[in-house]
């Protein structure tokens, strides 16, 4: 079955480390999406990718940055966690042709903890 | 400044009732109006979607109603089930491979 699968589910880091977070989609979809969900602010996205090699920046791409090695494979990267991107992170992919070239399919998240 | 804006926070209905969740966007250029329906503990599923171009989209109990004039949608839960019982964010899309951008959600709960 296509999915989209996230790793680590938890992670609990120190202030000032380097957290990876990962994921990877069976659904062969071009574009992949990270977002962060916090209450009061709902979800909103971080960085995205249309293809392998390729990142763009989303609306609060501040203190993070993106890798796509590959067309299944999507990380998050936070170089200096600081305790305010404290969240559960979730990662999406979408196809990018056809009838429901505007759909995305979510991951089931990572909750990051930063102390 | 929120783009995409629901109400009510959030809705109890009886089983059986129909649940009316409401959305409403700021940026003219949205054009892509999903609905995701959010478990505690899981991400988001999408539920139902609707493009612009239309006025009305329809899966099984679930249907979206959208009136690009006054930029506002709503999503209809029919015969609404216990199972039901989840938060239904409204997102917003301008085009192609862009991403979403959420409203806050609508909890909503269905007591037998």
């Known amino acids: 079955e296509a999915a989209v699968t996230q790793s680590p589910r938890n992670k609990v880091a120190v202030t000032g480390g380097k957290v990876t977070l990962s994921c990877n989609q069976t659904?062969?979809?071009?574009?992949m999406y990270w977002y962060r969900q916090d209450t009061g602010h709902g979800l909103r996205l971080i960085h995205y990718?249309?293809?392998?090699?390729?990142?763009e920046k989303g609306d609060i791409p501040d203190g993070y940055k993106a890798s796509r090695p590959s067309q299944e494979n999507f990380s998050l990267i936070l170089e200096l966690a600081t305790p305010s991107q404290t969240s559960v992170y979730f990662c999406?992919?979408?196809?990018?042709?056809?009838?429901?070239?505007?759909?995305?399919?979510f991951g089931p998240g990572t909750r990051l903890t930063v102390l | 400044q929120q783009q995409v804006r629901q109400s009510p926070q959030s809705l109890t209905v009886w089983e059986g009732e129909t649940a009316i969740l409401n959305c409403s966007y700021e940026?003219?250029?949205?054009?892509?109006f999903p609905w995701y329906q959010q478990f505690p503990g899981e991400g988001p599923a999408l539920l139902i979607s609707?493009?612009?171009?239309?006025d009305k989209k329809e899966d099984g109990r679930f249907t979206i109603f959208f009136n690009k004039r006054e930029k506002k949608l709503s999503l209809h839960i029919t015969d609404s089930q216990p199972g039901d019982s989840a938060t239904y964010f409204c997102?917003?899309?301008?085009?192609?491979?862009?991403?979403?951008?959420f409203g806050l959600g609508t909890r909503v709960s269905v007591f037998p």
């Open positions: 999406a992919s979408g196809p990018s042709w056809g009838a429901n070239s505007y759909e995305q399919y």
């Open positions: 659904n062969n979809h071009n574009n």
């Open positions: 990718s249309y293809g392998a090699g390729s990142t």
């Open positions: 940026d003219s250029t949205f054009n892509y």
């Open positions: 609707i493009r612009s171009v239309s």
């Open positions: 997102a917003a899309s301008g085009g192609y491979a862009q991403g979403l951008t």
